[in-house]
């Protein structure tokens, strides 16, 4: 379908979306991942009046084609899921539906640019003449199944340059920048004009005034009642001030969207923005170098001989070598950063491996503000990547996001303190509001499918439409293809090889209806492939056990795994010490519970243990 929007030379614009009841229908039809989620919650949490589900949306860009070249691929993209399917589901990019493809070509030609595109998908959702999540949206399953679903907007999600322009927020540039609170600012040291490097001045949550949705709403209409009643340069210094960049197109200005719109609640940060993507630990692994390289260490250089000791998950072989980011090279890019240039997978893997490094010096007596601050930091990490195991609280990360602000004063960091510092203030409160934190990994890997598509483009003539056309069909046929389940099994029903099938009948006794994988995808949504070492769950009570894979199999839809296990030395301090115990055992794929880092020392195999398992 078509929607229309305002130019900013008042002509008006055809843009191609998803009728979103229609794609809710057909996605539920489909005897897939997102019927079975679906269904299962409906069935488990109950909906209706006053029980509604939460949509989620999400927008960003995604440059197809050479990243070097021309950008005139460039586009935004628009998805949407409901939180409800629950966590483990919406880690699977087939779960995020595709509503709108733009470019950004369009989008800038836009009154109110990307926010206008936002406005214009939730009122064909939230103010359909023939559908409204006030009554329900009845929906037919695979089996003709009747279903009616009752939903409203839970919260939008997005790095903060998309949050920027979806609510028309000034960010940086305005006196006000953060959406959330009524009294932040940052400012900029003396003959620094680059916004991204403006610091923060509070560093404290009791200090903060946080805003509430009513008053964020009442800001902006008082700049709608401003707009023609003062002249431009004055407008502009109301909009300094206030924090906004105001249209009449916006989001925030559709008078028929209000019942929706909720802008504080709504608003969530995004943890992997925020903290890995130049975010707060590429900063603060910065600044830890730089500290143990003055007091002596060649911490720069000798990273590189420390991280060949360490293997990942084989997961995340596409991750690469962790030492190459530490080539001379690399190392004088990031010192002329002020930060640790890396992707926000490749500070996933590293920080563990340096926080066990930072925790050796602190236990050999090296300790002091600097160590501590990257400690804190990295235990703030900690807590928001296990918030999905449910042993995390948000009076947990505002008591440890406090923490770290104060130790990055101490150790005499303010002046490195930008923005995404502030962000640790309101991940607690947010994982309150909603009961999750969603972090953009999976969208990011969901740019893939129009990527994929996109870059084959030629003929830009009907571009949005014909994307649009081929994206959609690959989502469905995704949804078809991937059904997501809650038990651990193979990642592929392959047939086992004869070897396999020989070895598994002369020591277990077991011949017909074998499959096996490499990799095995166990409850959590996670992977644990051959040659992996896992965490098991032990019979005795408060313990871990830990093997090697060397086989996963499945005997019909029960999947196993032949694993060398491993005595347990010592555990303390997020890590473990492990001897080969020489003998192999068959477990039940539920048994394990995630593939860990690992490296061989002197004294064994010596893993790092994720936070919810300490």
């Not at 998309?162 to 920048?177: A, C, R, Y």
């Not at 890019?333 to 926000?344: E, L």
Request: with cysteine; proline share 3%; aromatic share 8%.
């Amino acid at each position: 379908m078509a929607l229309y929007c305002t130019a900013k030379t008042s002509n008006v614009v055809a843009i191609p979306l998803v009728n979103f009841h229609s794609l809710l229908s057909a996605c539920y039809s489909i005897n897939g991942s997102f019927y079975n989620s679906l269904a299962t919650a409906i069935t488990s949490l109950g909906n209706g009046p006053g029980n509604e589900f939460d949509l989620i949306l999400y927008s960003d860009e995604c440059l197809p084609a050479n990243a070097l070249g021309r950008a005139n691929k460039k586009v935004w993209v628009v998805y949407c899921s409901i939180k409800q399917l629950g966590r483990a589901a919406l880690s699977h990019t087939q779960n995020w539906l595709v509503l709108g493809i733009i470019r950004t070509s369009i989008v800038a030609t836009l009154e109110g640019g990307m926010s206008q595109v936002v406005r214009a998908v939730m009122e064909q959702i939230f103010c359909s003449a023939v559908a409204s999540p006030l009554v329900g949206v009845l929906l037919h399953g695979p089996s003709n199944q009747e279903c009616r679903l009752f939903y409203k907007l839970g919260f939008i999600v997005q790095d903060g340059a998309s949050q920027k322009v979806t609510f028309g927020l000034k960010g940086d540039s305005g006196s006000n920048f953060c959406l959330k609170c009524c009294n932040q600012i940052v400012f900029l040291h003396e003959g620094e004009e680059d916004a991204e490097k403006a610091v923060l001045r509070t560093i404290s949550k009791t200090e903060l005034v946080l805003a509430t949705d009513d008053e964020a709403l009442a800001s902006w209409d008082r700049m709608a009642h401003r707009k023609n009643a003062c002249s431009k340069k004055e407008f502009q210094v109301w909009e300094q001030c206030a924090g906004w960049t105001f249209s009449e197109e916006a989001l925030l200005s559709s008078p028929s969207l209000r019942p929706w719109l909720k802008p504080c609640t709504q608003y969530m940060h995004d943890y992997m923005h925020g903290m890995v993507s130049n975010g707060t630990l590429n900063i603060g692994m910065y600044l830890l170098l730089e500290h143990l390289q003055s007091e002596g260490l060649p911490a720069w250089h000798a990273m590189s001989n420390y991280l060949d000791l360490w293997c990942l998950p084989s997961a995340l072989h596409k991750v690469g070598a962790l030492s190459s980011l530490f080539t001379t090279g690399k190392v004088d890019s990031h010192r002329n950063a002020n930060k640790v240039k890396a992707t926000a997978s490749e500070m996933l893997c590293l920080y563990p491996i340096l926080q066990h490094y930072v925790e050796k010096i602190e236990s050999q007596g090296g300790a002091c503000p600097a160590t501590d601050a990257f400690l804190k930091l990295c235990h703030m990490m900690d807590l928001l990547v296990a918030t999905p195991m449910g042993c995390v609280t948000g009076p947990m990360l505002d008591n440890a996001a406090s923490k770290v602000l104060v130790a990055y004063k101490t150790a005499g960091y303010s002046d490195h303190c930008i923005k995404k510092f502030h962000w640790l203030l309101h991940y607690g409160d947010e994982l309150e509001e909603h009961g999750l934190l969603l972090p953009c990994w999976t969208m990011e890997r969901k740019h893939k499918d129009v990527t994929l598509v996109a870059t084959r483009v030629q003929n830009l003539k009907n571009f949005e439409q014909g994307l649009l056309v081929e994206v959609l069909g690959h989502c469905l046929h995704q949804l078809a293809q991937k059904p997501f389940g809650i038990e651990a099994a193979l990642e592929l029903n392959a047939k086992a090889p004869k070897k396999v099938v020989a070895w598994l009948e002369a020591n277990l006794g077991i011949s017909t209806n074998i499959a096996s994988c490499k990799t095995l995808v166990l409850k959590n949504g996670t992977v644990a492939a051959v040659n992996d070492v896992v965490l098991l769950a032990s019979e005795k009570k408060g313990q871990l056990a830990a093997a090697k894979v060397l086989l996963n199999f499945a005997i019909g839809n029960e999947a196993w795994s032949i694993v060398e296990m491993l005595n347990l030395v010592d555990s303390k301090n997020g890590h473990a010490l492990w001897q080969e115990a020489g003998h192999w055992l068959c477990v039940a794929a539920s048994e394990l519970l995630t593939a860990v880092t690992y490296s061989h020392c002197k004294a064994g195999v010596l893993t790092l243990i994720p936070f919810h398992l300490r």
